[in-house]
Nanobody, 114 residues
Framework: VQLQASGGGLVQAGGSLRLSCAPS????????MAWYRQAPGKQRELVAQ???????DYPDSVKGRFAFSTDGAKNTVYLKMNSLKPEDTAVYYC?????????WGQGTLVTVSS
């Protein structure tokens, strides 16, 4: 499975970005789809998780600001990020789990200026 992530860039604090992830297989074939991020010098952390049951989970750090969505027609998942803060600056990775296997996209850089 290949994951093509895009949509990162430079944005001012308070702004918005939408990240996209297009997997090489149907988004409906996955058990879990998620977005992670890794800031310089920090561990990779989960920012949004979407289960095949339809449940979406977010950590408190992004809850109410980030939203995971899907577009079956485009076979693409998105992470809409609003009210961005400088501490949201990181490389964002698309992730999926399928039949116990884990797959990562190449990452897209999000930089939030103050």
């Amino acid at each position: 499975v290949q994951l093509q992530a895009s949509g990162g860039g430079l944005v001012q604090a308070g702004g918005s970005l939408r990240l996209s992830c297009a997997p090489s297989e149907s988004i409906y074939s996955f058990d879990v789809m998620a977005w992670y991020r890794q800031a310089p010098g920090k561990q990779r952390e989960l920012v949004a998780q979407f289960l095949s049951s339809g449940r979406a989970d977010y950590p408190d750090s992004v809850k109410g600001r980030f939203a995971f969505s899907t577009d079956g027609a485009k076979n693409t998942v998105y992470l809409k990020m609003n009210s961005l803060k400088p501490e949201d600056t990181a490389v964002y990775y698309c992730y999926t789990q399928q039949r116990g296997r884990h797959y990562w996209g190449q990452g897209t850089l999000v930089t939030v200026s103050s």
